[in-house]
């Protein structure tokens, strides 16, 4: 008999588990509080290692992230690697859909690999320590002037150190189910460095995951690297061309690995 009184007790985790919004919820603050962790674990890696801010840092937290995908579910299938078999500099862009972008750039990060992030990252606790440590190159999206003149030095120092960097050029996080006009910083980058442009492309997370729903559940994002873009001999003229040139093969290849067919051109890039 007394028993029967505990039949409530289980019944309340069983509910929570089965409930998509609990899943949800826990899900992200795991996402989040997981990634905090394994960042309080590489600081001192990567401080004993390379002594601070370097590039050389980014393999270790490539390798920390790794299997956080295991932990939430998700798969990634990658095609295209042999796109990134480069030797040197280039500049790598790619949609941006959620911070769970994180973990599929970790799995394809090349070597002296970078990225390009807003400001206002360095101040995610240890996560923000962990992105300084890796040598990420924070800009102000505020301060277009500013932004420029980072991305301008980013563009010598990549060639002087032999550095790739990672840029989102929709400039901001992206569920729409399509992808947002691209804004020109990325281009005038690899232009500014005469280095070719890798256009990646994740597939939509909308079978997996919904933020207005609140549903986060398990699934397979397909990534794919495409063919490089040369921009050797191109000068600031040509950027615009170069972002919508670059938009419609990125916009084709979304539509397509997402499952969907293209509707139209969309928007040609940002002005
Ligand atoms: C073990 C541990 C675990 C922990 C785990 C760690 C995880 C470690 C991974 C983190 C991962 C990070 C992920 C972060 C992800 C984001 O933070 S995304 C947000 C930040 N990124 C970006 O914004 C990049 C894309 N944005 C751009 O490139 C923008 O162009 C800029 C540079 C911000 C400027 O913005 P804007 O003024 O709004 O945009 P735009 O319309 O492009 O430009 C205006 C004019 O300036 C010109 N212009 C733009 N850029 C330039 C330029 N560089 N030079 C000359 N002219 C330019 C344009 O041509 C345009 O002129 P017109 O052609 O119209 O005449
Ligand atoms: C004490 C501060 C607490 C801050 C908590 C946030 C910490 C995040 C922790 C774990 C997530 C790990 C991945 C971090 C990288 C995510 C980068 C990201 O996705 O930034 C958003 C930015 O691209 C676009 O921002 P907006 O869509 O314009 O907004």
Redesign the pocket.
Known sequence: MDALWMLPLLLVPLLLLTSSTFVFYFKKCFYVAW?MM??V??IPICILKSGGRDIENMR??RF??RHVKYLLGLRFEVSGWEHLQMDGPYVIISN?QSSL??LG?MEVLPDRCT????KE?IYAGT?GI??WL?G?VF?N?QK?SD??SV??DAAKTMLKEQIRLW???????NQKGDLLPF????F??AV?AQVPIIPIVFSSYSNFYLRKEREFKSGTISLKVLPKIETKGLT?DD??SLSDQSYAIMRSTFLEISGRTPQSNGPSS??
């Not at 804004?183 to 990325?186: F, N, T």
């Open positions: 990634m394994l960042a674990i590489a270790v937290i920390l992230v941006h972008d994180v750039l990225m390009i992030a807003k990252l996560v962990i992105c890796g990420i800009i999206r277009t932004a420029k991305m301008a840029v989102f050029p929709e400039g901001t996080r804004k020109k910083g990325a005038h980058l500014q600031s950027v615009s940002a002005h």
